[in-house]
T-cell receptor, first 116, second 115 residues
Framework: AQTVTQSQPEMSVQEAETVTLSCTYDTSESDYYLFWYKQPPSRQMILVIRQEAYKQQNATENRFSVNFQKAAKSFSLKISDSQLGDAAMYFCAYRSRETSGSRLTFGEGTQLTVNP | DAMVIQNPRYQVTQFGKPVTLSCSQTLNHNVMYWYQQKSSQAPKLLFHYYDKDFNNEADTPDNFQSRRPNTSFCFLDIRSPGLGDAAMYLC??????????????FGPGTRLTVT
């Protein structure tokens, strides 16, 4: 079974600065997807960024980028130029690419605070 | 806009009184999921449907049931809610595995209070 670990329960960053959230995972599969989801205080879960394991290039979405290290099974999220609206709980998640692997395995989450 | 809709957003029920939560989607996704999320925790998958094929998680209590009458709608039935069932219930959808972009799309959730 796959596991996802987020070792930082809480993080804080000053507005306009950069912060990196850590995520490690354990799997015996070679092909899978990794995701970062954001859940603001309003509680709707929103996809931030997605990475396919077969792609070596790190995914980027505007101010959000990942550092995907497949051998190390690490998948960190970097938020540049942090904004007050980035304050949320961030979940790292794993999904198998196999036809039976529909479920997401979530990490415990990292609560991000953005200080003005 | 295509989306996942959950009704109601807030539900209060009495201990032991059956309650039904609903989810609808306009994304035409084949897979629908129900999660339970308690405060400051990750969502916990209860069950999911591949089309009409129901898949229950091994540790989902028998108290929780689900129905999917068509592609667009899915219901979560809690037959006899206990105080421990108070939580946020999230519905999500996705395409089938093997299809491109099969990330999960979440609804806003229904917050269930049990009195």
């Amino acid at each position: 079974a796959q596991t996802v670990t987020q070792s930082q329960p809480e993080m804080s960053v000053q507005e306009a600065e950069t912060v990196t959230l850590s995520c490690t995972y354990d799997t015996s599969e070679s092909d899978y997807y990794l995701f970062w989801y954001k859940q603001p205080p309003s509680r709707q879960m929103i996809l931030v960024i997605r990475q396919e394991a077969y792609k070596q290039q790190n995914a980027t979405e505007n101010r959000f980028s990942v550092n995907f290290q497949k051998a190390a099974k690490s998948f960190s999220l970097k938020i540049s130029d942090s904004q007050l609206g980035d304050a949320a709980m961030y979940f790292c998640a794993y999904r198998s690419r196999e036809t039976s692997g529909s479920r997401l395995t979530f990490g415990e989450g990292t609560q991000l605070t953005v200080n003005p | 806009d295509a989306m996942v809709i959950q009704n109601p957003r807030y539900q209060v029920t009495q201990f032991g009184k059956p309650v039904t939560l609903s989810c609808s989607q306009t994304l035409n996704h084949n897979v629908m999921y129900w999660y339970q999320q308690k405060s400051s925790q990750a969502p916990k998958l209860l069950f999911h449907y591949y089309d009409k094929d129901f898949n229950n998680e091994a540790d989902t209590p028998d108290n929780f049931q689900s129905r999917r009458p068509n592609t667009s709608f899915c219901f979560l039935d809690i037959r006899s809610p206990g105080l421990g069932d108070a939580a946020m219930y999230l519905c999500a959808t996705s395409r089938l595995p093997g299809q491109a972009t099969y990330e999960q799309y979440f609804g806003p959730g229904t917050r269930l209070t049990v009195t």
